[in-house]
């Protein structure tokens, strides 16, 4: 007979059972998130622990209530997230086995920015400026560039909904340098991530207002966007540039930025040199005559394209 609480196996037949050593589990069986939430606690089998409790984060029904009013669950991520931060202080490599283990545990917090019931909690207890370091991090090597995207993730989560609480709390803490500081050191998968998180916050009223004033700023996140539709044009990612594009689109119809525009846009955009990418795609290239409409009310050298929609029509972006 097997001790009390070691872990056994038996076959569908009954006719094989397997009892795990002292404080491991069997090889291929899933913990239960019940036995995932004891074994989180325990420093010994906290990485595997953090590894399985990831996997079950789109499965779980409420897991991000779960996650959030377990005590002293959310305290030991950020002690995950804590441990990590000399690796940045002292330009060390993360080990690959370090960066899993914190990578899963950031990705814990998922389930929380996504729900509306947790969100405004997660932000007032300003738990996003945990993931900053991440984001500030200059470094570009595989691992640093793993956190960075498992970070802008998170951040991504709390404004796909458009909350505007949510974008209120952010751009207080100045997520936006931080995001233009992704475009500029991050791979594609950053970039995209980054300008997404521009992209909702610029649809809001508040985000375009913080955007715009003072002047330096405006102009700023427009030369990040105008450098990266430079770089992305010479090498063709058509995601990462139909955000680019819709970023200038949201500009563009602020009518008090809208000629100060124009001057800021990269050439490739004013002229028909980076077109031929979206020939098949009459959407993409609506926004880029939009903005052309809105900031000089020339649009007419896309007419040969034979794509001439009202200036106004803006679906189908997405």
Excluded at 199 to 206: A, C, F, G, Q
Aim: aromatic share 10%; proline share 7%; hydrophobic share 40%.
């Amino acid at each position: 007979m097997s001790p009390v609480g070691t872990p056994v196996w038996v076959s569908p037949n009954g006719r094989v059972r397997i009892t795990a050593p002292p404080g491991r589990r069997i090889p291929g069986v899933v913990p239960s998130l019940e036995e995932l939430l004891e074994d989180v606690f325990d420093p010994i089998k906290r990485g595997p622990a953090l590894v399985y409790l990831a996997m079950k984060r789109q499965t779980v029904q409420d897991y991000s209530l779960i996650i959030w009013n377990t005590p002293g669950f959310v305290a030991l991520i950020l002690q995950e997230i804590l441990r990590i931060y000399p690796y940045i202080d002292h330009e060390e490599q993360i080990p690959d086995d370090d960066c899993l283990r914190v990578s899963c545990a950031i990705s814990l917090f998922q389930p929380v920015a996504k729900d509306s019931r947790v969100r405004v909690r997660f932000l007032r207890a300003e738990t996003h400026r945990y993931l900053y370091p991440f984001l500030d991090n200059p470094r570009r090597s595989t691992n640093f560039d793993k956190l960075r995207l498992t970070s802008l993730g998170i951040i991504g989560f709390l404004v796909k909904e458009v909350d505007l609480e949510a974008v209120n709390y952010l751009l207080q803490s100045e997520v936006i340098p931080l995001c233009l500081h992704c475009i500029e050191v991050g791979t594609d998968w950053c970039r995209i991530a980054a300008v997404f998180i521009l992209e909702k916050i610029l649809s809001t009223d508040i985000g375009m207002q913080y955007t715009c004033v003072p002047q330096e700023r405006f102009v700023e996140i427009n030369r990040v966007l105008s450098s990266l539709f430079t770089l992305t044009c010479n090498r063709p990612s058509s995601r990462l540039l139909r955000r680019v594009i819709y970023c200038f689109y949201l500009f563009s119809c602020n009518q008090r930025v809208a000629n100060s525009l124009y001057g800021l846009l990269p050439d490739a955009l004013k002229d028909e040199s980076f077109v031929y990418m979206f020939r098949d795609s009459v959407e993409t290239v609506n926004f880029v005559r939009q903005v052309l409409w809105n900031t000089t009310r020339i649009y007419n050298r896309y007419d040969h394209l034979g794509m001439i929609p009202e200036p106004d029509d803006t679906t189908g972006l997405y």
